[in-house]
């Protein structure tokens, strides 16, 4: 039967397969990287599925991975500046223009290794010092990996692989290969040990034991006898060891990559382990010293007394007191007593650091006492004692390990020295206060002037020199100078009428108050006559308030004779002159009247 090709088409009503969209770009990250290539990228978008390359600019990925359909690791090839970063599937290129910079890095540096040699079985841990060693990405022995930690972009640490000879170790980061530095694998040789201590303990196990000899670094294994021993390898000559439970005579054996010691007897006893229940004093200072007494049982047969990993010499008592001098040290340590039973128990013992002071303030205050003054040092917590001079302060608060504020004894004038006493000893800041006389004042002159202030007077007194402040009743003087230990300059601040006290204070407290008076300006109201002849020789009544204390009558610029005959009357004489009017004035402490016209007139003729 024929076909007909109408009868292959889809029916006009059937819906249409839809193609595959292509691939969309909407990040990468990082955004940018070495031009050598070899950066992890990620990149994000859509219709990742299937895809068959990945593209930086016109180059493809030198690997790729789809992570999903919407996520794609890369790694970079070499390139140059800005590129754009493309996905291929078989539904076509994606066209976003998302950008990949290609950065210009140096290759690392690599200065020195420390240490520059260990053992063949690797383990050790070499600091690599250099440059340029951000984002690292390798630490090779030879060709061999190492493990390591970036530190820093000059400094780098890793675990030297096992190897033999000689290796150049390098560093990979995103700028290429470091050179290499050697590094020298060593042949480990069998360790030695020498002696135990102490070299018996308990059946009970329990006892530190300080195992000394040669050759014990990379240290796998501490024995006592078949019994494994918890242990710390201090140094190539010296390892801690916890003894196990056992009996009898064990061998102590150490085992390195070089292989295992020769053995040292261990005993082990019956004897009961040696318990403190005390330490007094309980603490003392970092340079050692302190003459301790240890309290407790099964102290007799005392072989051995450590503050920490350091010992101590010590005398028995008895069974249940012992005395030792403690050596230097710092912070809180275990104190330990060991017989041929073990090592017992520890009690806390504190090393306490010497106070010092770095500065008093204020630094003077006067010298009845009572002011607060703040001391700043270090290690002041538990301060027993404040002293100014010889004197202990009259009360004192620790505030913190910096910081005590204390109150100032009473003291004859002069410098002192300030102690702070503790357990852990003394610091002293000498001539560091300052005892101030309290000032005295005497005079001032004049004793009087204007409402208005501004004038300037002289304060003769005693202990001025440290004035602070100088006041006219409860105003302070805004400018003064302090001419001597005996006077001072001052500007009069303004005033209400009438007596004000003026003081002065220093760090010494403040003085006796001596009497300044505020005086109004007087006022001229009136002239009696208010003419006169030339010649004059004639005198006129000024009539006005305020006269009391005035000291000069001026008649133009002239002064005349008068006589005060009341705080509002003075009677002048007028001096000759020129035909015409002319100012008269008064003047007195508060200032200069406004002035009246007195007219001079000619003589009539004859």
């Not at 205050?365 to 607060?372: H, I, K, L, V």
């Amino acid at each position: 039967m024929a076909v007909h090709p109408s009868e292959n088409l889809p029916s006009a009503s059937a819906p249409r397969p839809l193609a595959d969209a292509p691939p969309t770009v909407t990040s990468v990250s990082p955004t940018s990287g070495s031009a050598a290539g070899g950066t992890s990228v990620t990149v994000t978008g859509t219709g990742f599925t299937g895809a068959t390359a990945v593209r930086f600019g016109a180059t493809q990925a030198t690997s790729f991975t789809v992570d999903s359909d919407t996520q794609i690791t890369a790694v970079t090839p070499q390139g140059t500046g800005t590129v754009q970063v493309t996905v291929t599937t078989s539904a076509g290129t994606s066209n976003q223009f998302v950008t990949y910079g290609y950065t210009t890095l140096s290759a690392p540096v690599l200065s020195a290794l420390s240490p520059s040699s260990g053992p063949a079985a690797g383990g050790t841990v070499v600091t690599l010092s250099g440059s340029g060693f951000t984002g690292a990405t390798a630490v090779r022995f030879g060709a061999v990996p190492a493990s390591f930690t970036v530190v820093s972009s000059t400094q780098i640490a890793a675990t030297a692989p096992a190897g033999s000879g000689t290796a150049q170790v390098t560093v990979t980061a995103p700028g290429g290969t470091s050179n290499g530095v050697a590094y020298t694998y060593t042949s480990a040789s069998v360790p030695v040990l020498s002696s135990l201590n102490p070299s018996s303990g308990p059946a009970a196990g329990g006892t530190s034991v300080t195992l000394t000899g040669s050759g014990f670094t990379g240290a796998t294994a501490v024995q006592f006898g078949t019994a494994t021993a918890s242990f710390t390898v201090v140094s190539a000559t010296q390892i801690t060891a916890t003894a196990p439970a056992g009996s009898g005579t064990a061998q102590v054996t150490v085992t390195t990559p070089g292989g295992t010691s020769n053995g040292v007897a261990f005993t082990y006893t019956s004897a009961s382990v040696p318990v403190l229940s005390s330490v007094s004093p309980n603490s003392g200072t970092t340079a050692g010293g302190t003459t301790v007494t240890l309290t407790g049982t099964g102290l007799a047969a005392t072989s051995a007394v450590r503050f920490g990993a350091t010992a101590a010499s010590f005398t028995v008592v008895s069974d249940t007191v012992l005395t030792a001098v403690a050596p230097p040290g710092n912070g809180t340590v275990q104190v330990t007593v060991t017989t041929p039973g073990g090592t017992g128990n520890g009690v806390s013992y504190t090393y306490s650091v010497t106070p010092t002071l770095s500065s008093v303030s204020p630094n003077q205050g006067p010298t009845s006492g009572g002011n607060t003054v703040t001391l700043t040092g270090a290690h002041l917590t538990g301060t027993t004692e404040v002293d100014f001079g010889a004197t202990p302060a009259t009360s004192f608060t620790v505030l913190s390990p910096t910081q005590i504020t204390a109150v100032a004894p009473a003291a004859v004038a002069g410098a002192v020295d300030i102690t702070v006493t503790a357990p852990s000893g003394t610091g002293t800041l000498q001539s560091s206060y300052f005892f101030v006389n309290a000032p005295v004042v005497t005079a001032v002159a004049p004793l009087s002037g204007p409402l208005a202030g501004g004038n300037t007077v002289t304060l003769l007194g005693t202990h001025l020199v440290e004035a602070t402040a100088v006041r006219f009743a409860n105003t302070a003087a805004s400018s003064f100078t302090v001419v001597s230990d005996s006077q001072i300059s001052v500007v009069v601040p303004a005033g209400v009428a009438g007596a004000a006290d003026v003081t002065v204070s220093t760090a010494g407290g403040t003085s006796n108050p001596v009497t300044y008076t505020y005086v109004a300006a007087p006022v001229l109201t009136a002239l009696a006559p208010a003419q006169g002849p030339t010649s004059g020789g004639n005198t006129v009544t000024l009539t006005g308030t305020h006269f009391s204390q005035v000291t000069k009558v001026l008649v133009g610029t002239v002064p005349v004779g008068f006589t005060i005959v009341s705080d509002s009357h003075i009677v002048a004489d007028v001096p000759a002159g020129a035909v015409g009017p002319v100012n008269v004035t008064v003047v007195g402490p508060g200032g200069t009247s406004a002035p009246q016209s007195y007219t001079r007139v000619s003589s009539p003729g004859i």
